[in-house]
């Protein structure tokens, strides 16, 4: 099986699904999903064979009316597993 082929027909499915979705959910209450999340996980690059383990930070807060902000911290850990020196990488975006 050619797996090239299929691999955007799940985000292709998952952009779908949030069209049909996000119109019928507008009217909740976003406040409810307003908060820190904090996590890790395991980024796998399969053309170079590596396996880069990420820290994820991500805050969601109000903005003026009906709005919110989504800020988000990575952070790349070093090939010794920490958190801390010259092969760390960090990014901030909001």
Known sequence: MNRGLLA?????????????????QADE????????????????NIAQGDVEVRDLDVTITAHKDDGFVLKWITV?????????????KRREVE
């Not at 955007?8 to 019928?24: G, I, K, Q, R």
């Not at 790349?76 to 092969?87: I, K, L, P, Y």
């Open 76 to 88: 790349v850990r070093g090939e010794d597993g920490a958190r801390t020196g010259e092969d760390v």
């Open 8 to 24: 955007p027909f799940p985000f292709a499915l998952f952009l779908l699904l949030a069209a049909v979705a996000l119109p019928a």
């Open 29 to 44: 209450d976003i406040s409810r999903f307003f908060g820190t999340y904090v996590g890790s996980g395991n980024a796998e």
